[in-house]
């Protein structure tokens, strides 16, 4: 590492420097906190030479911030590297370790290097949060750009994945930061004559030549099969992912507001995409409707290939109906008739307790359940009768009042979709439902009832008045 931060507008770092300029000013991030996410590789130490360039001009104020994932006995040296680096630039740098314990879960729970990633953000956006930061920069470059397109490829992906890494996006949920990728037009060779040209070394992180992991077999045995066929494939690669994005931003904005197609639902925050409504769409982008609708409730699309698509496409086209079925990322989907449902998580249990009755005056009773947002106000001149009524949801064994028709034989005869057949408020007398909101009329002549639903309602998503 050089003593100083040279600016030399020499044949390689200008233009290097000029295209991080551009990729930071075009996404407005300048005048302000920029933490760098600095891991000591090739990538990371030109991005933060370069920006560090650009900082006065810019108008940002720096902070470095580094992780230890605690996978590697070397990760602590590293990371001292790394501090050592920024301090001879004049920058504070900030150390995120990770414990052992925490490493182990990654092991067990699934893919190491996803569990890397998910965790390396959320203690950057930590530390991007405590420290003021708007922006989190991390170094991905061209070439991971086009890895990341060759793997989704592979996973069976559709034109969301095609669009790869993007440039900016929130960093999460919250919102509050963005994450941005400066170097993402820039090519790994690139990269390293710019380095090379400052003379300045760098870490190299022995993963990155592990097998195990499918990026490390395309980074060192696929991407250069396919550079000897057709030389360049890596930038042609990056340029498709950049198209793609663009077409996807325009399909999302045009599926959004095609009507009737995607709509929230009241019923555990999920969302549903209407079979009919379908029929206004080409067939061959049913599966970017369903991606959409997914990423609605998810947030991302992260592990989800054709392989989880196409067969709610097959589903929805057969009119199917289903109980709830498993998606990568806990969320669920659940098909009514070709109707599909999508939610962030599994459907929650029915609610159990009930409403129990409260006077309101001579003859009037008033039975609220918070859980499903309902309330049925009852006259009834018997309060032998109305101290007995419940508001429920539906139990095994309910039957209509006075009758041996069970309650879910009348539930699908009203097309009541499967995922809302538990969270439908009833009155009951024991086993015996007399009413639900613009289901069952009062079955008992000596009782009136009135329902009143709450917004929180699920039964109002399916149109169901009092």
């Known amino acids: 590492m050089t003593r100083d931060c040279?600016?030399?507008?020499?044949?390689?770092?200008?233009?290097?420097?000029a295209a991080l300029r551009s990729a930071l000013t075009s996404v407005g991030c300048d005048n302000g906190r920029l933490l760098l996410a600095v891991s000591g590789g090739a990538d990371s130490m030109a991005m933060l030479l370069g920006i560090a360039n650009l900082a006065s001009e810019l108008r940002l104020e720096l902070i470095v911030g580094t992780v230890d994932h605690g996978?590697?006995?070397?990760?602590?040296?590293?990371t001292q590297w790394v501090v050592a680096a920024a301090e001879q630039l004049g920058l504070r740098c900030e150390i995120a370790k990770l414990t052992p314990g925490d490493a182990y879960v990654g092991r067990i729970g699934g893919s190491l290097q996803e569990w890397a990633r998910q965790r390396r953000y959320e203690v950057l956006g930590e530390m991007a949060r405590r420290d003021g930061c708007r922006f989190l920069a991390t170094a991905h470059t061209s070439d991971d750009q086009a890895e990341t397109v060759l793997l989704r490829l592979l996973r069976g992906t559709g034109i969301e994945g095609l669009s790869g890494i993007s440039s900016l996006r929130p960093l999460d949920e919250q919102g509050d930061i963005q994450l941005v990728r400066p170097l993402l037009h820039v090519s790994r060779a690139?990269?390293?004559n710019y380095l090379q040209g400052l003379g300045v070394s760098w870490l190299n992180d022995p993963s990155n030549r592990d097998p195990r992991f499918a990026r490390v077999r395309v980074r060192n045995e696929v991407l250069p099969a396919l550079d000897?066929?057709?030389?360049?494939?890596?930038c042609r690669l990056a340029a498709l992912a950049e198209e793609a994005a663009a077409v996807q931003r325009f399909l999302?904005?045009?599926?959004?507001?095609?009507?009737?197609?995607?709509?929230?639902?009241?019923?555990?925050?999920?969302?549903?995409?209407?079979?009919?409504?379908l029929e206004s769409v080409p067939r061959s982008l049913w599966g970017n409707v369903l991606r959409l609708a997914l990423k609605r409730v998810r947030g991302d699309l992260r592990r989800i290939g054709r392989a989880h698509i196409e067969p709610i496409e097959q589903l929805v086209l057969q009119r199917k109906s289903t109980g709830s079925l498993p998606l990568p990322g806990d969320a669920s989907v659940c098909l009514d008739q070709g109707d599909a449902f999508f939610f962030p998580g599994p459907l929650p249990s029915p609610p159990t307790g009930s409403g129990q009755p409260s006077p309101m005056g001579a003859g009037k009773w008033r039975l609220r359940f918070v859980a499903l947002g309902a309330l049925a106000e009852v006259s009834c001149q018997r309060p032998d009768i109305a101290l007995d009524l419940e508001v429920r949801a539906r139990r095994n064994g309910?039957?209509?009042?006075?009758?041996?028709?069970?309650?879910?034989?009348?539930?699908?005869?009203?097309?009541v979709p499967r995922p809302y057949r538990d969270f439908i408020p009833v009155l009951a007398y024991g086993d015996q439902v007399i009413a639900a909101p613009a289901i069952l009329s009062s079955r008992m002549e000596a009782l009136k009832v009135s329902w009143l639903l709450e917004s929180s309602s699920p039964a109002l998503d399916l149109g169901f008045g009092p």
């Open 228 to 234: 000897q066929l057709a030389p360049g494939v890596a």
């Open 190 to 192: 690139g990269v390293e």
């Open 71 to 78: 996978l590697r006995s070397e990760a602590m040296a590293e």
């Open 398 to 415: 309910d039957r209509l009042y006075g009758s041996r028709t069970k309650l879910k034989e009348l539930l699908i005869k009203r097309k």
């Open 252 to 277: 999302e904005a045009q599926l959004e507001h095609s009507e009737g197609l995607i709509r929230n639902v009241r019923l555990s925050g999920g969302v549903k995409v209407d079979r009919a409504s």
């Open 6 to 17: 040279p600016s030399h507008p020499s044949s390689v770092s200008a233009p290097f420097v």
